[in-house]
């Protein structure tokens, strides 16, 4: 016998994260669970677009909560903030979209890549936070915003770069 789904079950989904090699990781990943799970209460009904603009709506009053917890998180891997001369976010301002490489039209991206850079002071190893903070050395590009100190390419390499790419898709609950 072949098991057949009501509509009810078809409209009553929640958003989950993708797993494994898919998922953000790190501070990132940290980011965008606590959003899932201020989206989770908003329904899918099959609609995405309808859907999708109350997701963005979301995303946009979260940013004050990422900020914080992005500039938590970064204090704590490196004790206190006067080592940091910026803390540049690239991805705050994005909007979510549906995934051009989704064919079910179930899955949503954040457009290219969700980017923290944290710069150091001259005086400070940046790379002794390397791994706390999950990034790598390298100069930073600043095309986002800084949310600690001013974007300053005298930092060069003392520039720990967080980047992943997120997607998110509904699934039935």
Not at 7 to 24: M, W
Not at 49 to 57: D, F, G, S, V, Y
Request: hydrophobic fraction near 35%.
């Amino acid at each position: 016998m072949k098991y057949v789904k009501l509509f009810e079950q078809f409209t009553n989904e929640k958003v989950y994260r993708l797993t494994g090699p898919y998922a953000s990781k790190g501070l990132i990943g940290k980011v965008m669970q606590t959003f899932k799970k201020r989206i989770e209460r908003i329904q899918f009904e099959g609609d995405f677009e309808p859907t999708l603009a109350e997701i963005n709506k979301e995303w946009e009053k979260f940013e004050k909560d990422a900020i914080k917890m992005i500039l938590s998180e970064v204090e704590k891997a490196v004790k206190t903030l006067d080592n940091v001369a910026y803390v540049h976010v690239d991805g705050l301002k994005k909007m979510w979209q549906k995934s051009p490489e989704s064919g079910l039209n179930r899955h949503m991206s954040l457009p290219g890549d969700f980017t923290i850079n944290v710069g150091f002071n001259d005086d400070v190893d940046g790379s002794k936070f390397q791994r706390k903070l999950g990034g790598m050395m390298n100069t930073a590009i600043f095309s986002g915003e800084d949310i600690y100190g001013a974007g300053d390419d005298q930092v060069g390499y003392n520039n720990c770069e967080i980047r992943a790419r997120e997607t998110m898709t509904f699934d039935e609950k």
